[in-house]
């Protein structure tokens, strides 16, 4: 495929599964690009032992050599990774883990310039600067939290202790204008009601997709995630109402429709419009 074909592809898809795999089994990278997941994330970090770290990172320089048809990023283990991915045609970003300040981001993105960024924030003082690091360069794409390691920063236990945390990623993204972030994965890949009541909690709460680590995770996330019949219906209403009516307005069903209003609603009927 084209370069300008896959470029064109990437455009038409909300993404909503994120697939990690590890960098040092390009076998089983190569199977996540045919999972069905709208973006894989090639590991070179906590998936990979440090006697193949150099490994992996050549193995996913072979990968990037050509681009792909399903968007390719990289988490990397250090900086040092960044010279050799970041001129590379297939590479669509990077994962930049243990993000603090935004002067990692400028450090970062004078390593990779025109290559974006996805800070991962996975400690206190990374949340605490969410919203300095979201606005840190226009390559910042999107950002996430990194829960196992803010966990152990943090010393919980509790799943809802995280729940500061991710409101206030949720408000950072929207504040600095990105998209809604992905939750991070769910651990356990043979419990998948675990998993589709987390993506059911996280949706409420702002978020918008999930890593995965397992393929058998993809289909939960993204039903999940997708509109239901009856919310595209109402956002259906919602636009019709405000293309044929001026100002402020009621439903029949008693709901106030206003600008906020149709925004959300064209939003629900965007991602209802996915392809693939």
Not at 17 to 39: E, H, I
Not at 146 to 165: F, N
Request: aromatic share 4%.
């Amino acid at each position: 495929m084209s370069a300008p074909a896959v470029e064109a592809l990437h455009r038409v898809r909300t993404p909503l599964t994120w697939l990690y795999a590890p960098g040092d089994r390009p076998d089983v990278v190569r199977k996540a690009l045919g999972s069905g997941a709208d973006v894989v994330i090639v590991d070179l970090e906590d998936a990979v032992a440090p006697h193949r770290k150099a490994y992996a990172l050549d193995a996913t320089a072979d990968l990037l050599a050509d681009p792909h048809p399903v968007p390719v990023h990289v988490r990397v283990h250090s900086v040092h990774d960044i010279p050799t991915l970041a001129p590379l045609p297939g590479l669509r970003g990077l994962r930049v883990p243990k993000v603090t300040h935004a002067t990692d981001i400028h450090r970062i993105a004078g390593l990779a310039p025109d290559v974006p960024l996805y800070p991962l924030l996975e400690n206190a003082l990374a949340v605490e600067h969410a919203y300095a690091i979201a606005t840190a360069h226009p390559a910042v794409r999107g950002v996430a939290l990194g829960e196992a390691d803010l966990r152990a920063d943090l010393g919980v236990r509790e799943d809802s202790a995280l729940d500061w945390s991710r409101g206030r990623v949720v408000v950072a993204a929207r504040a600095a204008a990105l998209p809604p972030p992905a939750q991070s994965v769910h651990p356990d890949i043979g419990d998948l009601d675990a998993l589709a009541a987390g993506c059911a909690r996280g949706r409420a709460m702002g978020f918008l997709g999930r890593a995965a680590i397992h393929p058998r995770q993809l289909p939960v996330i993204e039903r999940a995630y997708l509109p239901t019949p009856e919310e595209v219906d109402a956002a259906r209403e919602v636009v019709t109402a405000a293309e044929t009516g001026r100002g402020a307005l009621a439903l029949p069903d008693g709901r106030f429709v206003d600008a906020a209003v149709v925004e959300g609603a064209h939003r629900v009927l965007a991602l209802a419009a996915r392809t693939g």
